[in-house]
């Protein structure tokens, strides 16, 4: 049935003819998962071996979901989706860094972004991801309650200094900060520093998110506790359904704990509806970004804020869209004046790697998320022909 997402031409109006062509091919190729599986081992070795093709993922793939080398590379795009009422979260790409001469060198950099967003009314938030800033192995030790040693004590001692040091620049700034989820094993660490940053820098206005996985089936815990608990905090959420499902259920079966996601795509769902019906029923007190794909969702989201008689434009709601998918969400309701933003993945072309290959193993393991992208593709392929004919 058409909807407020049917609408191809105002989709695609950035997009020049060339440039659906390249997205139809691609979404060829992601549909197909024997093509993802060959391109994910090519795109692999090309890292290992340091193999010239860079010059091909980059006309390709890495131009249609990146945003460039750096951030002058991504300014005309920002500038262009801000013509149509779309903002850009610039999202630094930091894959590989695992040492703590990456991590200090991952917190300047986020440091910097956030000077560099703090005057550009296009760019409202900006986001980090924890295990950028510090080691796995510490996180997870802090989540099963394990006791560090001396070393390990240094190191947690620097990953909170740079929490708090990214939050309160960001604060500063007044430059919202979202904080990216991960896998469970480092998830609770996470959520603990999250909620000293939310009590400590949300005093007036929400400035620093969480990322809540509604994968999980103990989310809906995790979220009333908070509110009943901390009743005079106010709290950032941006709902996700979760990145990681393919490893949390490997990792379970692997070390034969029960699994934290929902047993299937439905239950994830009604779990995702139940959070957005309980963020509303709570706005008072959370501000919250619905980060999704998902079109029932989002006019979930549509009908509730008409329901409670919320502008359009209330900086309380947010929508987030990754850059280069559904940019029928993120235009048609940024033409009907809604928050919306696209997150940006920039950096070097080895460093996107690993980011482009999970793009495609999701999409082409989502059923029906590449089947939708090319379907609208190929729609605005024929609108634009039968215009010209
Ligand atoms: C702006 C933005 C920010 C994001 N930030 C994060 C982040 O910080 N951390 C993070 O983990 N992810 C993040 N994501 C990714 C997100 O979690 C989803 O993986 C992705 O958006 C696909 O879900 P969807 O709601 O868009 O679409 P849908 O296609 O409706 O849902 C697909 C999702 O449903 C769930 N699912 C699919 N099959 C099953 C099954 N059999 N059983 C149970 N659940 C199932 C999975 O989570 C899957 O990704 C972000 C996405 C966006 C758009």
Same mark, same amino acid.
């Given at each position: 049935?058409?909807?407020?997402? #049917? !609408?191809?031409?105002?989709?695609?109006?950035?997009? &020049?003819?060339?440039?659906?062509?390249?997205?139809?091919?691609?979404? !060829?190729?992601?549909?197909?998962?024997?093509?993802?599986?060959?391109? /994910?081992?090519?795109?692999?070795?090309?890292?290992?071996?340091?193999?010239?093709?860079?010059?091909?993922? $980059?006309?390709?793939?890495?131009?249609?979901?990146?945003?460039?080398?750096?951030?002058?590379?991504?300014?005309?795009?920002?500038?262009?989706?801000?013509?149509?009422?779309?903002?850009?979260?610039?999202?630094?790409?930091?894959?590989?860094? !695992?040492?703590?001469?990456?991590?200090?060198?991952?917190?300047?950099?986020?440091?910097?972004?956030?000077?560099?967003?703090?005057?550009?009314?296009?760019?409202?938030?900006?986001?980090?991801?924890?295990?950028?800033?510090?080691? /796995?192995?510490?996180?997870?030790?802090?989540?099963?309650?394990?006791?560090? !040693?001396?070393?390990?004590?240094? #190191?947690?001692?620097?990953?909170?200094?740079?929490?708090?040091? =990214?939050?309160?620049? /960001?604060?500063?700034?007044?430059?919202?900060?979202?904080?990216?989820?991960?896998?469970?094993?480092?998830?609770?660490?996470?959520? $603990?520093? /999250?909620?000293?940053?939310?009590?400590?820098?949300?005093?007036?206005?929400? =400035?620093?998110?969480?990322?809540?996985?509604?994968?999980?089936?103990?989310?809906?815990?995790?979220?009333?506790?908070?509110?009943?608990?901390?009743?005079?905090?106010?709290?950032?959420? $941006?709902?996700?359904?979760?990145?990681?499902?393919?490893?949390?259920?490997?990792?379970?079966?692997?070390?034969?704990?029960? &699994?934290?996601?929902?047993?299937?795509?439905?239950?994830?769902?009604?779990?995702?509806?139940?959070? =957005?019906?309980?963020?509303?029923?709570?706005?008072?007190?959370?501000?919250?970004?619905?980060?999704?794909?998902?079109?029932?969702?989002?006019?979930?989201?549509?009908?509730?804020?008409?329901?409670?008689?919320?502008?359009?434009?209330?900086?309380?709601?947010?929508?987030?869209?990754?850059?280069?998918?559904?940019?029928?969400?993120?235009?048609?309701?940024?033409?009907?004046?809604?928050?919306?933003?696209?997150?940006?993945?920039?950096?070097?072309?080895?460093?996107?790697?690993?980011?482009?290959?999970?793009?495609?193993?999701?999409?082409?393991?989502?059923?029906?998320?590449?089947?939708?992208?090319?379907?609208?593709?190929?729609?605005?392929?024929?609108?634009?022909?039968?215009?010209? #004919?």
């Amino acid at each position: 049935m058409p909807n407020l997402f #049917s !609408n191809t031409k105002d989709a695609f109006l950035l997009k &020049s003819d060339s440039e659906l062509f390249r997205a139809k091919f691609l979404f !060829n190729i992601i549909n197909n998962r024997f093509l993802v599986k060959f391109g /994910a081992y090519v795109a692999n070795l090309t890292l290992k071996l340091k193999l010239p093709l860079k010059p091909i993922i $980059k006309a390709t793939v890495y131009n249609h979901f990146c945003g460039g080398e750096d951030e002058k590379q991504c300014e005309l795009t920002i500038q262009n989706m801000f013509k149509h009422n779309v903002y850009s979260v610039l999202d630094f790409s930091t894959e590989d860094f !695992n040492n703590e001469s990456d991590f200090d060198l991952c917190y300047e950099k986020k440091i910097s972004l956030i000077e560099y967003s703090k005057s550009k009314k296009e760019i409202p938030f900006t986001v980090f991801k924890p295990t950028c800033i510090g080691r /796995a192995s510490i996180f997870e030790k802090i989540s099963l309650n394990n006791k560090l !040693n001396e070393n390990e004590k240094e #190191s947690w001692s620097r990953i909170k200094n740079r929490f708090h040091g =990214i939050c309160k620049k /960001a604060k500063d700034n007044n430059v919202k900060i979202l904080i990216d989820a991960e896998e469970f094993f480092v998830q609770k660490a996470i959520d $603990k520093l /999250a909620l000293e940053m939310m009590i400590k820098y949300n005093k007036k206005q929400v =400035i620093v998110y969480n990322t809540v996985q509604m994968y999980r089936h103990d989310r809906m815990r995790y979220l009333k506790k908070l509110i009943l608990d901390y009743p005079e905090v106010l709290f950032g959420f $941006k709902l996700v359904r979760g990145a990681y499902m393919e490893k949390e259920r490997n990792r379970a079966l692997k070390y034969n704990y029960k &699994s934290p996601i929902c047993k299937d795509k439905l239950t994830t769902d009604k779990n995702f509806d139940t959070a =957005i019906d309980f963020v509303f029923k709570n706005l008072n007190q959370i501000n919250f970004i619905c980060g999704s794909h998902n079109e029932l969702s989002t006019l979930k989201i549509l009908d509730l804020m008409s329901y409670y008689n919320i502008d359009v434009n209330d900086d309380r709601v947010w929508f987030g869209q990754l850059f280069g998918m559904s940019d029928n969400i993120s235009f048609n309701l940024a033409k009907s004046s809604y928050n919306v933003f696209k997150i940006i993945p920039f950096g070097p072309v080895k460093n996107l790697i690993p980011y482009l290959i999970r793009r495609a193993q999701e999409n082409s393991s989502v059923k029906g998320q590449s089947g939708r992208e090319l379907n609208l593709i190929q729609k605005e392929i024929k609108r634009r022909k039968l215009k010209k #004919s």
